[in-house]
């Protein structure tokens, strides 16, 4: 397996603040990396860096070999990258297939052909897309009247539009219940291996993260705190007291794993 994602000594800070410290990590194709960490740790700062919506204070980060310091974020997307978010992103009023369409007319640089009819655009690919995801059925209906569940199916449709390499997913499975959640993982775990996608994706629910991740990076005040696979992190003391504080009992369960400064259950 090729590193699509190499990230080395990573630095960014926001006045005194230290958001991202010599954070360094990489990514194959065909993987699934799991970010996670506390409230504040600086795992959307990490995406935010990578996807190149902020610029590095120092560090470097290479994907696909590319060298993507002070890249725009269009320009990151054309490289191969694509990217969802933990707030959905797509166009309410249009129709589920319209949405797909419009990202693969900017994929082959169609754009122009807005001042036209897109109706009969990509629809071939867009349909194999919906199908890939097992929405085709929800095509012609409008995104803003969708299930929660197909909403996010819609939007990862949407960031596989441009034949990515690297996907960001920012907590892919927020707002969802624990089937809709490990349903979708699933789904997306078979797409990655299947396609040789590399995924980094950051997320809550850590029964999520460890039946479905093949590495785990933990972050902890901006720091890499630990890596490994689910077992070797599951068994890090160091994560046992980042997750759990001080004084709490060592043998945990994986779905107990949760943040010691967080309020969530």
């Given at each position: 397996m090729a590193d699509i994602l190499e990230v080395h000594h990573l630095y960014k800070a926001f006045g005194g603040v230290k958001a991202v410290v010599d954070v360094s990590f990489n990514l194959k194709d065909g993987q699934l990396l799991a970010m996670i960490g506390p409230n504040g740790a600086g795992k959307s700062t990490c995406f935010n860096l990578i996807n190149g919506q902020l610029r590095p204070d120092h560090g470097d980060i290479f994907i696909m070999g590319k060298n993507v310091n002070g890249s725009k974020p269009r320009d990151v997307w054309n490289l191969g990258v694509g990217r969802t978010f933990q707030i959905t992103?797509?166009?309410?009023?249009?129709?589920?297939?319209?949405?797909?369409?419009?990202?693969?007319?900017?994929?082959?640089?169609?754009?122009?052909?807005?001042?036209?009819?897109?109706?009969?655009?990509?629809?071939?690919?867009?349909?194999?897309?919906?199908?890939?995801?097992?929405?085709?059925?929800?095509?012609?209906?409008?995104?803003?009247?969708?299930?929660?569940?197909?909403?996010?199916?819609?939007?990862?449709?949407?960031?596989?539009?441009?034949?990515?390499?690297?996907?960001?997913?920012?907590?892919?499975?927020?707002?969802?219940?624990?089937?809709?959640?490990?349903?979708?993982?699933?789904?997306?775990?078979?797409?990655?291996?299947?396609?040789?996608?590399?995924?980094?994706f950051t997320e809550h629910d850590m029964a999520v993260v460890f039946n479905h991740a093949d590495r785990i990076i933990v972050l902890n005040r901006g720091e890499l705190a630990a890596e490994g696979t689910p077992d070797e992190v599951q068994a890090n003391e160091k994560v046992k007291e980042i997750y759990l504080g001080h004084g709490e009992p060592a043998g945990i369960g994986k779905k107990e794993l949760i943040p010691a400064d967080s309020k969530e259950a």
């Open positions: 992103s797509t166009f309410a009023s249009m129709s589920v297939l319209e949405n797909v369409q419009m990202a693969q007319l900017s994929y082959y640089k169609r754009t122009k052909s807005l001042l036209q009819k897109v109706g009969r655009l990509y629809v071939d690919e867009s349909m194999a897309l919906l199908k890939l995801l097992g929405i085709e059925d929800q095509a012609e209906r409008a995104c803003g009247v969708l299930a929660y569940g197909d909403l996010k199916r819609v939007e990862l449709a949407v960031a596989l539009a441009n034949k990515p390499k690297l996907l960001l997913m920012d907590e892919p499975t927020a707002g969802m219940g624990p089937s809709e959640a490990q349903n979708l993982m699933e789904l997306t775990k078979d797409i990655v291996h299947t396609q040789n996608i590399g995924v980094l």
